[in-house]
């Protein structure tokens, strides 16, 4: 019905594609999840995935079809492959901000180097990363990685759109739920790696570095934490140094002034969430809203220091808890940013059997069974 109504309200053609197609697959998944049929059933997250997230995104990329984050995403490509730098040095619209960190970029050099292509979109690359990040943390938790629970996740309305129209946030998020199963398997380089290239990709992912170095810490001991922090320093200034110092007036303007509303255009994301809110209805409400927010982000760093979490699961409720947080209470903000904190805190839980798996290197203590 969700789809329906998108499909009718809105004004934006990819919006309208989506909601067509994710109607007619949500409604033929509806259909075999109540027949008789065993076989049908279990095929009916598949079928909703496929009508909610893989047609209409085939359909928009060959069409040339999607939200502007992904001409973003591609023109900094163009721009990290000819200057060094994937910023415009002086944006007048719109158009010309891209409010990514460097490591965004990468998505956008297949079309930097072969050209206008179907097939260098930078969405393939968002959703393949998406998927193999997600695959690979499950099987490091928990030893398998369940198809069925991908297939739920991918046809789940808040990922399925922007897999279709251009979520750039879902490589990041993968990332991060990548970044908690190597910290809980007890793997500092692997966890320094996927936390660093999240990190270096959007503002958003800085959190799970608290997380994930906490969280070795109190599992493995300060010299895996900080073997973990120094390997995500070392990438993230690899990715994020040189195209600051190509151009770190151009770094400032697309990546500092602009999310906080300071720069020459201001941002359209405008959800009706409290942060937005206090920012536009109350008088100083821009700095209301953000000394809100680092009153919260104080009041989360504390907590984790004084409660760490033990377990994976616990860790990711505490990621997804302080993005959600943060989400609603940014003065710019999106409901469909919190597809982050919602794959965080269920994609682990999506597994069966993932209650009984126990931890062999944490001295007895069982991965899932405490939940802090």
Wanted: hydrophobic content about 60%; some cysteine.
């Amino acid at each position: 019905m969700a789809a329906l109504i998108l499909a009718a309200v809105t004004d934006q053609e990819p919006h309208r594609v989506w909601g067509i197609c994710a109607a007619i697959g949500y409604a033929v998944a509806g259909a075999l999840a109540v027949s008789g049929s065993r076989g049908l059933r279990r095929a009916a997250p598949y079928v909703a995935a496929v009508g909610a997230a893989l047609v209409p995104m085939v359909w928009l990329v060959a069409h040339r079809q999607g939200q502007l984050e992904v001409d973003v995403v591609q023109q900094s490509g163009v721009l990290l492959l000819n200057t060094g730098s994937p910023y415009l040095p002086e944006p007048s619209q719109l158009e010309d901000y891209n409010p990514y960190l460097p490591g965004m970029a990468l998505f956008g050099l297949p079309y930097a180097l072969v050209g206008d292509s179907p097939m260098t979109d930078a969405r393939w690359g968002f959703a393949l990363v998406f998927g193999l990040a997600l695959v690979v943390a499950a099987r490091v938790a928990l030893g398998h990685c369940v198809p069925r629970a991908l297939a739920l996740l991918a046809a789940f309305p808040l990922l399925a759109l922007p897999l279709a129209t251009g979520g750039i946030d879902l490589p990041v998020t993968a990332l991060m739920c990548l970044a908690l199963a190597t910290a809980a398997a007890g793997r500092p380089a692997a966890t320094g790696l996927a936390a660093g290239v999240a990190a270096a990709m959007k503002w958003t992912a800085w959190p799970v570095l608290a997380v994930v170095l906490v969280l070795l810490a109190v599992r493995r001991g300060g010299r895996a934490a900080s073997g973990a922090g120094a390997v995500a320093a070392v990438v993230l200034a690899v990715l994020t140094v040189p195209s600051f110092l190509a151009s770190p007036g151009a770094f400032v303007e697309h990546v500092l002034r602009y999310p906080l509303g300071a720069g020459q255009v201001t941002s359209p994301a405008a959800s009706p969430l409290p942060g937005h809110l206090v920012a536009t209805l109350l008088p100083g409400g821009r700095l209301i809203a953000l000394v809100l927010l680092a009153s919260v982000a104080v009041a989360v760093a504390v907590a984790l220091v004084t409660r760490p979490p033990w377990t994976l699961v616990a860790a990711a409720d505490r990621l997804a808890f302080a993005l959600a947080v943060a989400v609603c209470l940014a003065p710019a903000t999106r409901f469909g940013y919190l597809l982050m904190p919602l794959t965080i805190a269920v994609w682990f839980r999506l597994h069966p059997g993932s209650a009984r798996v126990p931890d062999s290197q944490a001295s007895g203590l069982s991965l899932y069974t405490r939940i802090e």
